[in-house]
């Protein structure tokens, strides 16, 4: 299996980090890190631009995380219609910045910019695989 | 202060919701305006520079068969996409053409059809502007990122929802006295704060609509220009940046960083500031873009955006006028047309034909323009 499970719609059907989709199954959303320099990248990057090595370690996102900013969207592309409206929003996760959705069931007038909040991996019916977010 | 390049001719087709006509014609609109304006034959050009974003298209590879409709074949001919600021990067190659000693002439020319797809379609073709691998897959779409930097902006600052809605205001009471604008209505600020929600806190009035129209911007040499044109208009300096595409990567959602790198560079190559702008254009596909734009270009401190709107500074009348032909908010924003469109007016501006929109004694302008959600961000300074 490759990179189509992520999310309700994938774009990318391989990558050489398609251990990410591994990690949801295994119930974490994981970033990698440069073994040489130490830089940390998510989204995970199997290339270090900073050193130009490949030698990267799987790491799964530990604690809680802030809301950096967010939007409730009233319109969706194609393929998404059934889901809106939903709310997107950037988290700052262990020093990394991680864009995602809220759960659906958290209303959006009861977010701010700096709410603590926990990632939750989300397993579809139909056999993909993401993650959201939810209020600490 | 550089003068090496000029701006000799300068055309835009009307921008219309459903052009009645294929891309061919449309293209051949601004173009036919802009040769009338330089007064200059095919004979003369050296090259041209189609400027699309090509996912709307349906035509593959549209720079030889607009080359080739505009009568601008044998000579070479290619396209230059970088989204939404695809016709300045295309202003950019043409300069460095010129420079080079490659091309005395050179046409650059945008364009977009939009409504050969649907509007949700094109909501889908912009969601991919993104990262498809790990944005596009959570049903983003651009009026949610440049929301997600308004929330940015009003959370750091404090600015608010009716800040945004007195650039629209401002906006639309120019775009009535456009005649090539898509939206010519007036809009109250109850009316921008009562439009219905789009992506919080972004509402309808907040963002541009999609549209179909074409620009053609004619440069040439220093040299070549002061033999062919009475009024050229040089390029006084230009800047030129990128960000993370993934927002994730990005330092700020107050602001583009790539906007403000552009700004600095240009500033530095004609060696002026913002305050020595007389009238500038930005790219204002939504309220809040303008907004960044006020501080990323130095017309306001960070922050202190909110203020140049609310006292009306950014008005003709003002101390800083922008946007005073609608911007996109009035006019449309199609896409591949779109810098060109405000290359053109700052054109019309420094040579004092702008008409009812003329700011008095205009000598030098500025056009921002920003590909995606500040993932390229090109700023051009102009001077008669
Ligand atoms: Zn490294």
């Not at chain 2, 379609?121 to 929301?147: C, K, N, V």
């Amino acid at each position: 299996m490759g990179f189509e499970r992520f999310g309700s719609k994938s774009f990318t059907s391989q990558a050489k980090v398609a251990e990410f989709v591994d990690y949801l199954d295994k119930g974490e959303l994981a970033y990698t890190k440069c073994r040489t320099c130490s830089q940390a990248y998510f989204p995970p990057r199997a290339d270090c631009a900073n050193c130009l090595g490949n030698d990267m370690e799987w790491i799964a996102f530990k604690g809680n995380g802030k809301i950096v900013t967010f939007t409730h969207t009233m319109y969706a592309p194609t393929g998404f219609e059934a889901d809106a409206p939903y709310t997107i929003v950037v988290v700052e996760l262990d020093g990394l910045k991680v864009l995602g959705r809220m759960n659906k069931e958290v209303p959006v007038d009861t977010l701010s910019v700096g709410m603590s909040v926990k990632v939750e991996i989300v397993k579809l019916p139909d056999g993909q695989v993401t993650y959201e977010f939810l209020p600490a | 202060m550089p003068k090496d390049v000029a701006v000799v001719g300068v055309g835009q087709s009307a921008f219309v919701r459903g052009y009645p006509g294929s891309i061919r014609e449309l293209a051949f609109e601004a173009f036919r305006e802009a040769m009338q304006d330089a007064a200059i034959t095919v004979k003369d050009v050296g090259a041209s520079i189609v400027c699309s974003a090509p996912e709307y298209d349906k035509q593959r590879t549209p720079s030889g068969l607009i080359a080739e409709y505009l009568g601008l074949i044998p000579q070479p001919t290619f396209i230059v996409e970088n989204v939404c600021s695809s016709s300045t990067s295309g202003i950019r190659v043409a300069y460095s053409l010129i420079k080079s000693g490659l091309h005395d002439v050179v046409v650059v020319l945008g364009f977009q059809k939009m409504s050969e797809i649907t509007s949700q379609d094109s909501q889908e073709r912009m969601g991919r502007g993104a990262d498809i691998m790990f944005e596009s897959p959570f049903g983003t779409l651009m009026p949610a990122y440049y929301a997600m930097h308004a929330r940015g902006h009003f959370s750091k600052y404090g600015s608010t929802e009716e800040d945004l809605a007195l650039i629209r205001v401002k906006a639309a009471g120019y775009g009535v006295l456009n005649e090539k604008a898509v939206y010519r209505k007036a809009v109250t600020l109850e009316q921008a704060m009562e439009a219905g929600p789009v992506c919080s806190p972004l509402k309808v009035f907040d963002c541009c609509a999609n549209a179909d129209g074409a620009s053609c911007v004619i440069l040439a040499s220093a040299d070549k220009a002061k033999e062919i044109s009475k009024e050229p208009v040089y390029i006084l300096g230009m800047g030129a940046a990128s960000a993370p595409m993934n927002v994730t990567g990005r330092s700020t959602f107050s602001g583009l960083d790539c906007a403000k790198l552009a700004g600095q560079e240009a500033y530095e190559m004609a060696g002026v500031g913002p305050q020595d702008i007389d009238v500038a254009e930005v790219h204002d596909c939504f309220t809040i873009a303008e907004m960044m734009a006020y501080e990323a270009l130095g017309f306001a401190e960070p922050g202190k955006g909110p203020e140049l709107i609310r006292n009306r500074e950014t008005y003709k009348e003002g101390k800083i006028p922008v946007n005073v032909d609608g911007g996109l908010l009035s006019k449309g924003h199609p896409i591949g047309a779109t810098g060109g469109s405000q290359v053109r007016t700052i054109v019309l501006q420094l040579r004092d034909k702008a008409g009812a929109i003329q700011v008095p004694g205009a000598e030098i302008g500025l056009v921002h323009n920003i590909g995606g959600v500040g993932i390229y961000g090109n700023v051009i300074i102009f001077g008669r």
